[in-house]
């Protein structure tokens, strides 16, 4: 088995960068997950005017030395989804994809970006809605399903979904790059998949099973998945204690999880580039103390 | 004492009388694997207060439609047969020792 890391980082905004270097630099075995081009919201900052040392730089300019910083200490970005956080106790086990990479404490640097969940949501999850179509597909050997996609790349969930489910229903809640290629056919070779161009509005139980209310009508079916770009800190933590819609940290940057830390927007305003860097150092050598401890 | 596991012949007579812990899981299921280490501490742990038991819903499809089961993991704690209450998914141990504890009196 793959050795267990030191620390993993979720997220490679200032926050995480800012973790990455400190606890690199106090030899830890780090491993940085999150996008390789940082953060969106630091590169289309037009500028950024209260970053000691760098006063007016662009956004993109900042973003640009933050991976340079990175590069200088070799430290990689490794660009997966963590869809799944779970603590074992002496140690955090982190599903992405279908694999489990351990960590003996991890930082949340995700930040804010995640949206509100859907009326009916939470209090239908695990009765009916579900955020993994490959965690629970064969629970539904046979029966409907109804797929929500924020992202192109959910389409092969659903894909995944149809090889058991009797009839699924994608809807995708996006822009498709091409809009010529909507009049293609997202799955040829799948008849049991239905392509409906809808919002989702509301989820609700009806005499047994599942309705999702949308713009336009609403779709009977046996369980929905929402398949999101990001979830709230709390489903990707289960156990997570929060603060309003923020992670909830003491001034070490500690969550209630033992060996558990955030730092940047995911615990709360104010939403600034050099809070969120601090806050990286700081969690970084709690994570340090954490591991280094008795 | 450590988390048992059963099939459907063995199930009434598994809930039929005191606390028990039924952890409904599948082997494809990750988050059930993850559970897996988490119960059985826990079985160690609270032996004497309540006893504990796993099932494969995929081996075992009439019991989990019977109880209308839709993710998992899914554990149900029963009462003298009766369901007195679930938690649905991963939760970290101490958590988990809460939710039994408080269906224990």
Known sequence: MEQRYDIAIIGTGPAGVSAAITATARNKRVLLLGSTSTSDKVSKAHQIRNYPGLPEISGEDLAGRFLDHLKKMEIPITDRKVTMIYAMGEYFSLQIDQDFVEAKTVILTTGVSFGKPLPGEDENLGRGVSYCATCDAALYKGKEAVVVGWAPKEESDARFLAELAGKVVYLPVYKRADEEAMKDPLFPDRPNIEVRKDKPKRILKKDGRMVLETESGEIQTDGIFLLRESVSPDKLVPGLELDGNHVKVDRSMATNLPG??????????????????????????????????? | MSVKKIDAPEFEAAIKSGVAVIDFNATWCGPCRMLAPVLEELSEEMASKAAFYAMDVDDNPGIAARFSISSIPYVAIFKDGVRVDEQIGFVPKEQLRAFVERNID
């Open chain 1, 260 to 294: 558990m830390f955030a730092a940047g927007d995911i615990t709360g305003a104010p939403y600034q580039y050099i809070k969120a860097a601090g806050e990286g150092n700081v969690a970084a050598l709690s994570a340090v103390a954490w591991i280094d401890r008795a």
